[in-house]
């Protein structure tokens, strides 16, 4: 399943490398929720079937609760609809794993696609390295490249109600139940945002807010403003460290402490208002 919206710039490739896997999937289903460019279009081009669902009714759950509902299969495999396979191989890397039952979801490696900026490779370096690895109680999951098996999502689908993420309150719930996740490096696909600081401010607060509401707070630690500052700070200047050995220009350099800062008061700024007033803070992010 591919998740889209307005991702005409990206779409065709991605589908393109879907049909080249050495292991056919056996049906592709791209999930529109509103796209105003030629995504769709492009989408009907290939041999998929696209299912829409309405602005409106978006949330990160409820769009992937429809594309599994709609699908056939035991195992259905996600991608983001910019996030593009590196290899033949790839479908068959992410979905390896679910034949042991005790696996309720795989995710893959996330590489920088070109023109990345600098300070977002060393993140994807550092989040998704070259070991596999299994995970009992650590709820980190990305469903940007990743794939399930739909046995345990009848048991445990996403939570519709979170405005982020629901991919960790999913493998939370899954490891309570017994299972556990996989990250399997060899399932790697080209994925990177190159957010601005608005983009980044927002995205981290939508995160951590999906976090508190999942009840997952914890688990990633409090932050207070004091906390953030120091550890925006301290961000930055491994940041800035890291990409000065790299050769990196004065740009990236400077730019890495406003970008640690606006992810950092994002999730202050989140868990402040969340703890004030939950409900209207959950509606707010989402109409962002």
Known sequence: MIRTKNEAKHLAPVLDAIERQDHRAREVIVLDS??????????????????????ESFTPGHGLNVGVAASESEVVAFLSGHALPCDEWWLRSITEPLSDERVAG????????????????????????CRPRVQTHDPFFS??????????????????????????????????????IVYNPRAAAGH???????????????????????GLGGHYGSYSLARCLAGSLRAALRDGL?????????????GAPLRRLAQGLGTYEAQRVYRRNPDRFLSTVRDR
């Open 34 to 55: 509103g796209s105003t460019d030629r995504t769709v279009e492009i989408a009907r081009r290939f041999r998929v079937r696209v299912v829409a669902i309405t602005p």
């Open 106 to 129: 795989c995710y893959g490696r996330q590489v920088p696609l070109l023109g990345c900026h600098p300070w977002e490779r060393l993140d994807l370096e550092r989040t998704f390295g």
């Open 192 to 214: 990177s945002h190159n957010e601005g600081l608005r983009k980044l401010y927002r995205r981290a607060g939508q995160d951590r807010a999906g976090l508190l509401a999942a």
């Open 242 to 254: 890291a990409l000065m050995g790299r050769g990196a220009g004065p740009g990236p350099i400077l």
């Open 143 to 180: 469903n940007a490249n990743a794939a399930i098996r739909r046995e345990v999502w009848e048991r445990i689908p996403f939570r519709e109600d979170l405005p982020g993420g629901e991919d960790h309150a999913w493998a939370a719930a899954a490891q309570a139940a017994g299972y556990c």
